[in-house]
């Protein structure tokens, strides 16, 4: 696997190719091995049986010699000669010659080996020539007269074709079940550690289909003995984890709370401050504190609304960790009951907030009083970033697509390439520093878990695909 110039690997090598390649060199070395040694056990079986029946044949010829006054003659009828020579897959021939090489019966054109004759006399010796431009395989055997000194010699000779294919036909006969049974035990190996890795594929498919804030230990019932450490270390780390977000959100949470109460308290005297001070001032005199005052008092707007929605988040992600608290219900009634106030501040402003949803129930599982929450911040969300007119849209489940809520704007918008930090909590876009709209960047980051602990998603959209900014949850069933 290759990786850019100072990058690293995104993980090591696999662990059933590291399993796999030793046994599979293993297994090619020894299959070579094999299939050489059937080679060369066919090529020695063949040789061996045809060279024996070649002598065989030599030994027979031999024992046909008659020793007359004449000479020696070959007692052969012509039937018998022809059995000898005839073969319809081979080229066969034989002869019988004197010391001096000459051909007393036989074939006359025969391969003479002459260095075998005199190391003949025991027992047939095999030998390699050409024969009428054939390569041919002989025997030669010398037989000695009883009476007198003299000696003849029986060459047999006959073409390779049957040996070869005799030969093909064991390898073949060899090699094929060798490799056939070498394949079926790789594949065998193979399928052995795919299922001992298994359970580790079953784990990470349990962690993938969990929810985000799924904290459980994993189970340890199917994992190998080797894998348990590993599983032990990340249950410890989930634990750890687990810990750590509670001390955070508690943090979070009297933080908020402590903060709640002086802040009101500041809010109210600054309200008071601002009354007795128009109270002593004249209305036509100069009146420098009233901008410094309305400053203090939009500030501490902010900040209690900043309190509000820590606090939210902190409620929502103990109260929705309850899976009891969720059930399936009719939306419409609650989507209508939440954002009966900000249709009513989008009318003050001359802003406008259209419902699109079917007369019939549309059936979800939520919470209530969260999903209110969720639409009331996506709506305030539209109301101070986006355009002069909001469309709330509400769209059944049917057997492909759950139940849909879609709130979209005909604002600005943000660059796509924005579009993945719009979750993120504190985060208002580029300078949001410069800008006064009372935003505190965790209504979306808000949303989002709300509608991810209810078990559904929350997905953003801007131009050019939508006309402003669409938000859009899916609910489960």
């Known amino acids: 696997m290759s990786t850019a110039p100072g990058r690293l690997p995104a993980h090591g090598p696999s662990l059933r190719r590291q399993l796999l390649q030793p046994l599979f060199w293993v297994w090619a070395l020894g299959m070579a091995i094999a299939v050489a040694g059937a080679l060369l056990l066919a090529r020695a079986a ?163 289909a969990r929810a985000t804030q799924d904290w459980r230990p994993l189970p340890l019932q199917q994992v190998p003995a080797e894998a348990v450490p590993l599983i032990e270390r990340i249950n410890t780390l989930l634990d750890n984890v687990q810990r750590s977000m509670s001390v955070q959100r508690r943090f979070i949470a009297d933080a908020a709370h402590q903060l709640r109460t002086p802040v009101a308290g500041m809010r109210v005297l600054l309200q008071d401050l601002q009354q007795e001070l128009a109270a002593v001032t004249p209305a036509d005199a100069n009146r420098p504190w009233q901008p410094v005052l309305a400053q203090l008092l939009s500030s501490s707007d902010r900040m209690a609304r900043l309190i509000g929605q820590l606090l939210s988040l902190a409620r929502s992600e103990t109260s929705l960790a309850v899976d009891a608290e969720h059930h399936t219900q009719d939306i419409v009634p609650v989507l209508r009951e939440a954002t009966e106030p900000l249709v009513l501040r989008a009318l003050k402003a001359g802003r406008s907030i259209t419902l699109e949803a079917p007369d019939a129930p549309v059936a979800a599982r939520i919470h209530p009083l969260w999903f209110g929450e969720v639409l009331v911040n996506l709506l305030d969300n539209a109301l101070r970033y986006g355009g002069e007119h909001i469309s709330l849209r509400v769209q059944p489940a049917d057997a492909q697509l759950p139940a849909r809520v879609e709130v979209e704007d005909d604002g600005p918008g943000v660059a796509p390439e924005q579009l993945g930090r719009l979750f993120e909590p504190f985060w208002r876009g580029e300078r949001a520093d410069v800008r006064n709209d009372g935003g505190t960047g965790l209504g979306l980051a808000i949303a989002r878990e709300i509608v991810e602990r209810m078990g559904g998603t929350l997905e953003a959209a801007t131009r050019p695909q939508v006309p402003g900014m669409r938000f859009t949850i899916r609910l489960a069933a």
Request: charged share 25%; proline share 5%; net charge negative.
């Open 46 to 208: 063949a040789n061996a049986a045809f060279d024996r029946g070649l002598q065989d044949e030599a030994s027979a010829l031999a024992s046909k010699v008659i020793w007359t006054d004449r000479g020696p003659l070959l007692d052969l009828t012509r039937q018998a000669m022809e059995l000898v020579t005839w073969d319809r897959a081979d080229r066969n021939a034989f002869a019988m010659i004197d010391v001096d090489g000459y051909v007393l019966a036989g074939e006359g054109r025969i391969p003479i080996p002459v260095a075998l004759l005199g190391h003949s006399v025991q027992q047939p010796t095999v030998f390699d020539d050409v024969y009428a431009g054939e390569p041919v395989r002989g025997a030669v055997f010398t037989v000695m007269s009883p009476m007198l000194d003299r000696r003849v010699s029986i060459i047999v000779v006959e073409s390779t074709r049957k040996r070869a294919d005799a030969m093909r036909d064991i390898q073949i006969g060899i090699v094929l079940p060798s490799v056939a049974l070498g394949a079926i035990t790789f594949a065998l190996l193979a399928w052995g550690i795919r299922r001992g890795l298994q359970p580790l594929r079953d784990v990470a498919s349990e962690v993938a």
